[in-house]
């Protein structure tokens, strides 16, 4: 008995409609890391992570606007015709589907940024720290070491 096959695959068209969906829904660092690189207008990152954890490090040009904030500066901050992309910790962590979560409700369009503030920086972007901007080299597992372009 497969373990795959026991529950049968959806049809083709439910794939597509589901696989569809995600992608209206979600985007990942290296495609984040790409509109903000080529300065792509009406998209604002969103970091909603703790005091701390923005100290630590985020990302270059990211607002910081912790989940619980959201309701309350979101308004002041967040420009409403802006598509939203929100971000926390990793694949690990819900708190950009929290904030996302948040900025829907608030009538934004929005997308969560997959593999969060973690793949962005193995993926060798460089982060705001309180000593400047930084970069490691890419993590091989996540990206490729010899190119900015996965081709995926």
């Known amino acids: 008995m497969s373990n795959v096959l026991a529950t049968a695959p959806a049809s083709p068209e439910d794939a597509a409609r589901h696989f569809a969906a995600r992608l209206a829904f979600e985007t990942d660092v290296?495609?984040?890391?790409a509109d903000l690189e080529a300065g792509v207008p009406?998209?604002?990152?969103?970091?909603?992570?703790?005091?701390?954890?923005?100290?630590?490090g985020h990302l270059p040009g990211a607002v910081h606007l912790p989940t619980?904030?959201?309701a309350e500066r979101a308004p002041?901050?967040?420009?409403?015709d802006a598509t939203v992309v929100t971000y926390c910790w990793g694949p690990?962590?819900?708190g950009a589907t929290r904030a996302a979560l948040a900025f829907a409700r608030l009538g934004h369009r929005v997308k969560e940024m997959i593999g969060g503030y973690e793949y962005?920086?193995?993926?060798?972007?460089?982060?705001e720290t309180a000593a400047g901007r930084i970069s490691t080299p890419p993590?091989?597992?996540?990206?490729?070491?010899?190119?900015?372009?996965c081709g995926c």
Request: glycine share 6%.
């Open 30 to 33: 290296s495609d984040v890391h």
């Open 42 to 56: 009406g998209l604002v990152v969103v970091d909603s992570r703790s005091d701390e954890s923005w100290e630590q």
């Open 68 to 70: 619980a904030l959201i």
């Open 76 to 80: 002041l901050l967040i420009p409403r």
């Open 92 to 94: 690990g962590c819900n």
């Open 120 to 127: 962005w920086a193995r993926e060798g972007f460089a982060v």
């Open 139 to 149: 993590d091989p597992l996540t990206a490729p070491v010899a190119s900015a372009f």
